[in-house]
């Protein structure tokens, strides 16, 4: 009789399992929030995740569109008899679902974290390996809005079976969560994750360095752009978690920022909210550059021209205006000349064509906020060491 009932369990599952589907409806622009691992790692604590949920109101981040408090590694204690987890009692001395529901009473949603491995990324806690529907369904009464998911201890796992035995647990489970993974792009995982997750990390785990070492951003940039094909509405490529306001310059934060916004990125913030600078909240709340990341169109930007260290990036928006960015990677100044009929060009992605040989656009600074006259002539552009000029271009008239 025992092996009957576990035979149709088992059925069932199965059955379950070849119509599962992610939640669709989330993730239609790229998610914002902030996260627990680039600044407390292994140290975070429940007052920790009250005290980002407070900062993110107090500071009108929540305003500006963040909206997850992401809970990274070192969370976890211990599986009780039945295999359930348990969140590390002296870390988290009221549990998971009131902390969540802290979070939900601020008008934010929470996130947590797990491994497709025996062990989390520490080594010392279980991962989800073999109790993915148990963890899906603890997460869902604790009221979880966003799991990211690791790639640490899986053996000789396959990648996409593994993501996708989770998220059928996630759909299981019956709570809307986005569903994040993180296995650093060594499977590629652009090629197969458009219909299990949300979003794929692409590149090493970044570091809090504009330009030297694996992870500075600047390798991550160059890791995700020829990606662009593989993101949109509901799965993005995750050049992970931002480090402005990490020990980055204010500069160099700003282009970080920018760059994100431009390839339609995650934003999720990885600093301690409580104490970050006015030019860091600056960075971080302007309104204009965030609407480039979560235009609706959904279209990761293109690097369409270097010169001299000078980057020429587009990304096209639902209005019919598009994002320009000149992105100076080195660490001197550039004067760099527009031509705009030189950037007049169809984009293989969007299939949309700038048509700047033909057409005249507004420009707009979204750094300045000022109006900077209209597309035509040529102009020169001096662009700081480590900066970014960024310009919303808005059909106007034709000439």
Same mark, same amino acid.
Request: aromatic residues 10%.
């Given at each position: 009789?025992?092996?009957?009932?576990?035979?149709?369990?088992?059925?069932?599952?199965?059955?379950?399992?070849?119509?599962?589907?992610?939640?669709?409806?989330?993730?239609?622009?790229?998610?914002?929030?902030?996260?627990?691992?680039?600044?407390?790692?292994?140290?975070?604590?429940?007052?920790?995740?009250?005290?980002?949920?407070?900062?993110?109101?107090?500071?009108?981040?929540? =305003?500006?569109?963040?909206?997850?408090?992401?809970?990274?590694?070192?969370?976890?204690?211990?599986?009780?008899?039945?295999?359930?987890?348990?969140?590390?009692?002296?870390?988290?001395?009221?549990?998971?679902?009131?902390?969540?529901? $802290?979070?939900?009473?601020?008008?934010?949603?929470?996130?947590? $974290?797990?491994?497709?491995?025996s062990k989390t990324s520490g080594g010392a806690k279980s991962?989800?390996?073999?109790?993915?529907?148990?963890?899906?369904?603890? $997460?869902?009464?604790?009221?979880?809005?966003y799991l990211k998911y690791d790639w640490n201890f899986a053996?000789?796992? /396959?990648?996409?079976?593994?993501?996708?035995?989770?998220?059928?647990?996630?759909?299981e489970a019956g709570r809307p969560m986005i569903f994040s993974?993180?296995?650093?792009? !060594?499977?590629?995982?652009?090629?197969?994750?458009?219909? !299990?997750?949300?979003?794929?990390?692409?590149?090493?785990?970044?570091?809090?360095?504009?330009?030297?070492?694996?992870?500075?951003?600047? %390798?991550?940039?160059?890791?995700?752009?020829?990606?662009?094909? $593989?993101?949109?509405?509901?799965?993005? /490529?995750?050049?992970?978690?931002?480090?402005?306001?990490?020990?980055?310059?204010?500069?160099?934060?700003?282009?970080?920022?920018?760059?994100?916004?431009?390839?339609?990125?995650?934003?999720?913030?990885?600093?301690?909210?409580?104490?970050?600078?006015?030019?860091?909240?600056?960075?971080?709340? /302007?309104?204009?550059?965030?609407?480039? =990341?979560?235009?609706?169109?959904?279209?990761?930007?293109?690097?369409?021209?270097?010169?001299?260290?000078?980057?020429?990036?587009?990304?096209?928006?639902?209005?019919?205006?598009?994002?320009?960015?000149?992105? /100076?990677?080195?660490?001197?100044?550039?004067?760099?000349?527009? =031509?705009?009929? %030189?950037?007049?060009?169809?984009?293989?992605?969007?299939?949309?064509?700038?048509?700047?040989?033909?057409?005249?656009?507004?420009?707009?600074?979204?750094?300045?906020?000022?109006?900077?006259?209209?597309?035509?002539?040529?102009?020169?552009?001096?662009?700081?060491?480590? =900066?970014?000029?960024?310009?919303?271009?808005?059909?106007?008239?034709?000439?």
């Open positions: 009789m025992k092996r009957l009932l576990f035979s149709i369990v088992v059925a069932l599952l199965a059955c379950g399992s070849v119509n599962a589907q992610k939640f669709n409806e989330l993730a239609k622009t790229p998610p914002m929030g902030w996260n627990s691992w680039n600044y407390f790692h292994n140290t975070v604590n429940e007052q920790d995740i009250k005290d980002m949920a407070d900062a993110m109101v107090a500071t009108g981040l929540r =305003d500006a569109g963040y909206t997850y408090v992401n809970i990274d590694d070192y969370w976890h204690g211990d599986r009780d008899a039945n295999g359930f987890m348990n969140c590390d009692s002296k870390k988290f001395p009221d549990g998971i679902k009131v902390l969540a529901d $802290y979070v939900h009473s601020k008008g934010l949603k929470i996130g947590i $974290y797990s491994d497709a491995g991962g989800s390996r073999g109790h993915e529907y148990q963890d899906a369904l603890q $997460y869902a009464r604790w009221g979880i809005d053996g000789n796992r /396959n990648r996409e079976e593994a993501f996708s035995v989770m998220r059928d647990a996630i759909r993974v993180s296995e650093s792009g !060594i499977a590629k995982p652009w090629l197969f994750c458009k219909d !299990i997750c949300h979003l794929w990390r692409i590149s090493h785990d970044i570091i809090p360095n504009f330009s030297e070492g694996a992870g500075c951003v600047l %390798s991550i940039i160059d890791a995700n752009e020829p990606l662009r094909k $593989y993101a949109g509405p509901g799965h993005w /490529n995750d050049p992970d978690m931002l480090e402005v306001g990490n020990g980055i310059t204010d500069t160099e934060g700003r282009s970080h920022f920018t760059m994100w916004c431009m390839m339609a990125a995650p934003l999720i913030l990885g600093n301690d909210l409580r104490t970050m600078s006015k030019e860091t909240l600056a960075t971080l709340t /302007n309104k204009e550059v965030i609407a480039i =990341d979560q235009d609706t169109l959904g279209i990761q930007g293109l690097r369409y021209r270097q010169e001299n260290g000078v980057e020429v990036w587009f990304k096209p928006l639902s209005d019919g205006a598009w994002a320009m960015c000149l992105f /100076n990677r080195t660490k001197e100044p550039r004067q760099y000349t527009v =031509d705009w009929k %030189s950037l007049d060009f169809k984009d293989d992605v969007s299939g949309l064509s700038t048509q700047l040989a033909t057409k005249v656009y507004s420009i707009q600074n979204l750094w300045t906020g000022k109006m900077d006259g209209k597309t035509g002539k040529n102009r020169i552009v001096n662009i700081p060491a480590e =900066d970014v000029v960024l310009y919303r271009l808005t059909p106007k008239l034709k000439k």
